[in-house]
């Protein structure tokens, strides 16, 4: 995580009475929908992609992202060494030039 994580990169807005409330009804209602939203992953027909960081100590790669390039076809799965859950402080022009190959894909023809 960035030393400017909280100002910078917006974590103190995460301590807000309505933003905490927001992400404690998210963490709740993953427990109760997954199941029935990885059901219909292979619906997915859409270009999509995954960018992991390898030292994501919030969601592990051998669990959350390494067996999604079954599960989804034509997946664009890319690993970044060494970086934790959130990709975009640490390497921010990776992350967009990711976002943009997969738009590319989505948008051609």
């Known amino acids: ?61 051998a669990v959350h992202g390494q067996p999604m390039r079954d599960r989804l076809k034509g997946l664009d799965f890319e690993a970044v060494d060494g970086v934790g859950h959130m990709p975009q402080f640490i390497e921010p022009e990776r992350v967009a030039a990711f976002v943009r190959r997969i738009a590319e894909r989505a948008f051609a023809g």
């Open 1 to 61: 995580v960035p030393g400017d994580y909280m100002t910078g990169g917006g974590g103190w807005l995460g301590l807000r009475p309505a933003h905490f409330h927001a992400t404690s009804t998210d963490v709740v209602a993953v427990e109760q929908d997954l199941g029935r939203i990885e059901q219909r992953y292979g619906e997915i027909a859409m270009p999509a992609g995954i960018l992991f960081g390898t030292a994501d100590r919030v969601i592990g790669m």
